[in-house]
T-cell receptor, first 113, second 118 residues
């Protein structure tokens, strides 16, 4: 399973766009990139997933360069309720995949008023 | 979307007792569930993979005789912390894969169970 590296913490203000970059230099050809969000004392929640280029949904965008060795989660116009820990995970599919997720340290985002 | 529940949401027990935590997939069947442990200010640590109808697969360093996992049906996995000690106090979280979901290997997480051992 590819190891990921993220900044430990980030600060932002309400209304700003936040970009969190994750490095995954050893990503394999069949690996997808998935981001989860976790609030204190809750289980993580899926945010977005991608394989290459750009993916956008109702809450975030995910930018993946051509070499796929990194990815950037973009949160537009954050609010106080976006204060949470964000985890970047990579994992592959196929018959040998157990499906297990290995969480890195995550990025604690603090949104200030 | 798929929902995973856990019971109890919190439990306090005396040292030496055993505690059982349930994880249920409410609206989908899950042949595979996962159990994590999370200490304060730390990330989730995968403890084991729970497989319906077979033995669980434990991660390195996790004592299988202390953390008993049973996955007796497609919607229920249980984690029993045997002879609990204060160092077992933690936040236990389960997750389940919905193979019918559109996204690859998306896992749905339960709300967690806060275990405090006195």
């Amino acid at each position: 399973l590819a190891k990921t590296t993220q900044p430990i913490s980030m600060d932002s203000y309400e209304g700003q766009e936040v970009n969190i970059t994750c490095s995954h230099n050893n990503i394999a050809t069949n690996d997808y990139i998935t981001w989860y969000q976790q609030f204190p004392s809750q289980g993580p929640r899926f945010i977005i997933q991608g394989y290459k280029t750009k993916v956008t949904n109702e809450v975030a965008s995910l930018f993946i360069p051509a070499d796929r060795k990194s990815s950037t989660l973009s949160l537009p116009r954050v609010s106080l309720s976006d204060t949470a820990v964000y985890y970047c995970l990579v994992g592959g599919h196929g018959s040998g995949n157990t499906g297990k997720l290995i969480f890195g340290q995550g990025t604690t985002l603090q949104v200030k008023p | 979307g798929a929902v995973v529940s856990q019971h109890p949401s919190w439990v306090i027990c005396k040292s030496g007792t055993s505690v059982k935590i349930e994880c249920r997939s409410l609206d989908f069947q899950a042949t595979t569930m996962f159990w994590y442990r999370q200490f304060p200010k730390q990330s989730l640590m995968l403890m084991a993979t729970s497989n319906e109808g077979s033995k669980a697969t434990y991660e390195q360093g996790v004592e299988k005789d202390k953390f008993l996992i049973n996955h007796a049906s497609l919607t229920l996995s249980t984690l029993t912390v045997t002879s609990a000690h204060p160092e077992d106090s933690s936040f236990y979280i389960c997750s389940a894969r919905d193979l019918g979901a559109g996204r690859y290997n998306e896992q749905f997480f339960g709300p967690g169970t806060r275990l405090t051992v006195l």
